[in-house]
């Protein structure tokens, strides 16, 4: 069974503060994503990596950065949190091979005070 | 830039009937591929259906079906027999090709009610 997993289901963080959202896949995939879901919003996307080391900005990359070191972790960083930060952070992989797919985290809950 | 266009926040439908779920897309990439996502109440975000740019046929997955029209740019979901567990938000999302990864990104959602 495929998993992704976030280090956290739910974060609480004080403004200013550096915040690291962790993403590990066992799915061998090369495409990760960070999403953040507002209520009114859907999911927007921050950013994506097709490979390690790799990364792209998606719609919303301000005040974010990701890092890729091994093919199977993705992390978000909040270089310094702020209260328009709170939200739900998902990440997601994608399978392109036989029957495409996206696989989702469970979603981590931050907010930011 | 790419764009997925939800335009219904809500829809409700009667128990047993279908509902269609607007979807709209914008992308001047010609090998792309749609998703729709089913989000409950619990929050996981569950597969539905998916289809290729090149798929010559609209792909169907049990009660769900995607009538997707090139030409228009749309990509409706078809949900036959409403049940009341089909209550949740759902979500279109697109994908493109290419060498520089394969950008994924979602519309605002349809909340879609079943009444009994």
């Given at each position: 069974?495929?998993?992704v997993?976030?280090?956290?289901?739910?974060?609480?963080?004080?403004?200013?503060?550096?915040?690291?959202?962790?993403?590990?896949?066992?799915?061998?995939?090369?495409?990760?994503?960070?999403?953040?879901?507002?209520?009114?919003?859907?999911?927007?996307?921050?950013?994506?990596?097709?490979?390690?080391?790799?990364?792209?900005?998606?719609?919303?990359p301000?005040?974010?950065?990701?890092?890729?070191?091994?093919?199977?972790?993705?992390?978000?960083?909040?270089?310094?949190?702020?209260?328009?930060?709170?939200?739900m952070?998902?990440?997601?992989?994608?399978?392109?091979?036989?029957?495409?797919?996206?696989?989702?985290?469970?979603?981590?809950?931050?907010?930011?005070? | 830039?790419?764009?997925i266009?939800?335009?219904?926040?809500?829809?409700?439908?009667?128990?047993?009937?279908?509902v269609?779920?607007?979807?709209?897309?914008?992308?001047?990439?010609?090998?792309?591929?749609l998703?729709?996502?089913?989000?409950?109440?619990?929050?996981?975000?569950?597969?539905?259906?998916?289809?290729g740019?090149?798929?010559?046929?609209?792909?169907?997955?049990?009660?769900?079906?995607?009538?997707?029209?090139?030409?228009?740019?749309?990509?409706?979901?078809?949900?036959?027999?409403?049940?009341?567990?089909?209550?949740?938000?759902?979500?279109?999302?697109?994908?493109?090709?290419?060498?520089?990864?394969?950008?994924?990104i979602?519309?605002?959602?349809?909340?879609?009610?079943?009444?009994?």
């Amino acid at each position: 069974d495929v998993k992704v997993t976030q280090s956290s289901r739910y974060l609480v963080k004080r403004t200013g503060e550096k915040v690291f959202l962790e993403c590990v896949q066992d799915m061998d995939h090369e495409n990760m994503f960070w999403y953040r879901q507002d209520p009114g919003l859907g999911l927007r996307l921050i950013y994506f990596s097709y490979d390690v080391k790799m990364k792209e900005k998606g719609d919303i990359p301000e005040g974010y950065s990701v890092s890729r070191e091994k093919k199977e972790r993705f992390s978000l960083i909040l270089e310094s949190a702020s209260t328009n930060q709170t939200s739900m952070y998902l990440c997601a992989t994608i399978r392109l091979s036989g029957h495409t797919e996206a696989f989702f985290g469970q979603g981590t809950r931050l907010t930011v005070v | 830039a790419q764009k997925i266009t939800q335009t219904q926040p809500g829809m409700f439908v009667q128990e047993k009937e279908a509902v269609t779920l607007d979807c709209t897309y914008d992308t001047s990439d010609p090998s792309y591929g749609l998703f729709w996502y089913k989000q409950p109440s619990s929050g996981e975000m569950i597969f539905l259906i998916y289809q290729g740019s090149y798929d010559q046929q609209n792909a169907t997955e049990g009660r769900y079906s995607l009538n997707f029209q090139k030409a228009r740019k749309s990509a409706n979901l078809v949900i036959s027999a409403s049940q009341l567990g089909d209550s949740a938000m759902y979500f279109c999302a697109m994908r493109e090709g290419g060498t520089g990864g394969f950008k994924t990104i979602f519309g605002a959602g349809t909340r879609l009610f079943v009444k009994a």
